[in-house]
């Protein structure tokens, strides 16, 4: 698969191709959905399979005061892409000139003029041009007068709701990331360089791989079971404090996972920690002793989970 930004010229080989177009945020079952009807229908019509989003987030445009609500990385829904069997993602760069495209000049200019579309797939809420004065209705018509086949994707249903980002942000925010993990379809993770830390956790024989946060969604702050993808493909198992570390000073947000049964260095290195269970509240401790006993108690559990 090949990763185009805007503006960049889509090889011959990729137009004419059936374009899943969507922000796939998470890329859970809804968007899995919409892809792979893509995919299944440029298979089947001989035609490459593409997929059209946008970065950054249309909300992230409109309201950059918005706590951050990010689900995934576009590395990481690109890899999720990728798996999924799509030739190519096209990333449009959402800024003021894309948003003052009315919903004609939109499919005229970015789904005709530059991909040369020949099918488009959307999920049923998919909303474009300005104004969102756009909806599936008007892109099915649109894509009539310019020569593309427009499908829709029915939502997709789990436990009697609508599987949506929304969804799986408010299971992270109350801590429950196995919910998360079922709408994802995989668990929540969070992808970042090891940085270089206060040495705290090592002075008490926890020594922790600090994760900046960035622009990820804050999940509830406190201690999780975690697995971690090393930068060699490696996966350990470990429990990790994600918050603001109440009992040191001053607070500092990060994501700081121990690795069980591990040691070397991973300065520098850019690892995956997946959030699988909440074990616990972040929590203030009048001693160092005191945190250190809670902290093998919550590795002690956290080994228990991980090996069910």
């Not at 035609?47 to 995934?72: C, G, I, N, S, Y």
């Not at 690109?78 to 495209?101: I, P």
């Not at 930068?231 to 994600?242: E, H, K, S, T």
Request: proline share 5%; glycine share 10%; hydrophobic share 45%.
């Amino acid at each position: 698969m090949i990763r185009l930004d805007a503006g960049a010229v889509l090889p011959a080989a990729l137009r004419g191709g059936v374009v899943a177009l969507g922000n796939f945020d998470g890329f859970h079952f809804g968007h899995q959905a919409v892809v792979g009807r893509a995919v299944e229908r440029a298979r089947a019509e001989g035609l490459p399979a593409l997929v059209a989003t946008f970065d950054p987030h249309p909300m992230r445009f409109f309201k950059p005061e918005t706590p951050w609500f990010q689900l995934t990385t576009l590395e990481q829904r690109a890899e999720q892409m990728r798996a999924a069997g799509v030739d190519a993602l096209l990333v449009f760069t959402f800024d003021a000139d894309l948003a003052a495209l009315s919903a004609e000049d939109f499919v005229a200019e970015q789904l005709v003029r530059q991909l040369g579309a020949a099918g488009v797939v959307t999920g049923e809420d998919f909303t474009f041009g300005k104004g969102r004065s756009g909806d599936v209705a008007a892109l099915a018509a649109l894509g009539q007068a310019n020569g593309f086949v427009a499908e829709t994707v029915s939502a997709v249903m789990l436990d009697g709701e609508v599987v949506s980002s929304t969804r799986i942000r408010a299971a992270l925010r109350e801590g429950r990331p196995r919910d998360a993990a079922r709408l994802l379809t995989r668990p929540f993770a969070i992808v970042g360089p090891v940085q270089h830390g206060d040495k705290v956790g090592r002075e008490i024989g926890y020594p922790t791989a600090n994760v900046d946060l960035g622009n990820y969604l804050r999940p509830a702050y406190g201690i999780y079971a975690v697995r971690v993808r090393l930068a060699d493909g490696r996966v350990v198992n470990g429990a990790a404090n994600l918050g603001i570390r109440p009992s040191f000073d001053p607070p500092k947000e990060l994501l700081e996972p121990y690795l069980f049964d591990f040691s070397g260095d991973l300065y520098g290195q850019v690892i995956e920690v997946a959030l699988i269970e909440f074990l616990r509240p972040e929590a203030k401790f009048d001693s160092l002793d005191a945190l250190k006993v809670q902290m093998a108690a919550d590795c002690d559990r956290a080994r228990s989970l991980l090996a069910e």
